[in-house]
């Protein structure tokens, strides 16, 4: 896959570095954006959204350049905004390239590093009103994990309805793309032999851990069962409940609990572009079409996009329900993210350039 994604990137030239400019308004309409690794898997992804656009001029390094410290301050301090898709140390390094009295770029920061810093602003401005604000306010946006963006798109809304108890202790399962290890892994499964399918993360203590209990509303991180399978792209993140034991007492009353919870997440994302409550349950989903063969979750049927559709099925007679989330990995999951966040941080509408 890495190898179609470079052949259709735009060639990689040496261009002068422009001046500064203001964040985009009515009488400002072109923002300068260097994406920091950009030859990796989210960069060449961020690149491919953002070439097209008449309203966003690219900064870009030769290829020699791309590693050189000063090059890269340059390019950081005369953009307005700064794209990282690095390894968290490189992320930690760029960050402190941005010189002390510049107090206008916007970064954001595709990797681990910032995610649970309080100084930053967690890119998912669909978990509240007040995030999405936040985002609009803010020089310094960390982009969320996928694995996370699924968990959380599910709790947050839960627990903040009152649904799920904030001490519940959760289990949660996902299958990724590979294309969600990088370099690494796609060179695996684009080699002659690999698994058709693994499970990992036997030390509990996925990075991805810390953000899905901060921004959850859950008071300890769930435990998580990761996969990769044998597809570039795709996800479904699974979160099973409990009525007993992880719901609200009082919300676990009475008759019809399943609806309750379907309700109370197509509420939260009732006026959402990118995020989508499904119908309720199995039956509705095989007379809509949604299920592959009348009885598979895809989880690739997102690519490409930038959205991310919830599901949720119950059955009341055993009190048990699962809520899940399916997304693109490198789409919400990441370069569509960071799109998305950089029209917000930009003042644009955050659903420029993406599907």
């Known amino acids: 896959m890495l190898s179609l994604l470079l052949a259709s990137s735009p060639s990689f030239t040496a261009r002068p570095l422009p001046p500064p400019r203001a964040r985009c308004t009515p009488d400002v309409l072109m923002a300068a954006v260097f994406i920091d690794g950009e030859a990796g898997t989210t960069g060449l ?38 794209i990282l898709c690095l390894p968290d140390a490189a ?19 595709a990797s681990t590093a910032h ?53 519940a202790r959760l289990v949660t399962s ?6 969600g290890g990088g370099n690494p892994l796609i060179a695996v499964y684009e080699g002659a032999e690999h698994e058709p399918w693994g499970a990992y993360g036997f030390s509990l203590s996925h990075k991805h851990l810390p953000e899905m209990a901060a921004f959850s509303g859950l008071d ?7 996969a990769v399978g ?4 795709g996800m479904v993140v699974s979160v099973p409940l409990h009525y007993d034991s992880d719901l609200e007492p009082a919300f676990a009353e009475g008759e019809g609990v399943g609806e309750r919870l379907h309700a109370a ?52 007679a055993a009190r048990t329900c699962v809520v899940a989330a399916r997304l693109d990995n490198l789409g919400k999951g990441a370069s569509g993210a960071a799109v998305q966040n950089l029209n917000i941080a930009l003042g644009l509408d955050e659903r420029t350039s993406l599907e």
């Open 45 to 82: 992804q961020v690149r491919g959204r953002l070439s097209t656009r008449d309203d966003i001029d690219l900064i870009t390094l030769p290829e020699e350049s791309r590693k050189d410290p000063a090059a890269r301050a340059e390019a950081i301090n005369k953009a307005d905004a700064v």
């Open 91 to 109: 992320a930690i390094e760029a960050a402190a390239l941005v010189a002390a009295d510049n107090d206008r770029t916007v970064l954001i920061d």
């Open 115 to 167: 995610r649970t810093n309080a100084e930053w602003a967690y890119g998912f401005p669909e978990l509240s009103g007040a995030q999405r604000s936040k985002i609009a306010a803010s020089k310094r946006i960390a982009n969320p994990g996928c694995y996370a963006t699924g968990f959380i798109s599910l709790l947050g809304p839960l627990v903040g309805a009152g649904a799920v108890r904030r001490e």
């Open 174 to 179: 996902a299958v990724s793309g590979y294309s």
């Open 220 to 226: 300890r991180p769930p435990i998580f069962m990761p």
């Open 230 to 233: 044998d597809f570039a792209q």
């Open 265 to 316: 997440l197509a509420a939260h994302y009732a006026d959402e572009h990118f995020v989508s409550v499904m119908s309720l349950g199995e039956e509705a989903w095989k007379e809509e079409g949604l299920l592959e063969r009348g009885a598979f979750l895809r989880p690739d049927a997102l690519n490409d996009s930038n959205h991310l559709q919830i599901f949720v099925y119950c059955n009341d």
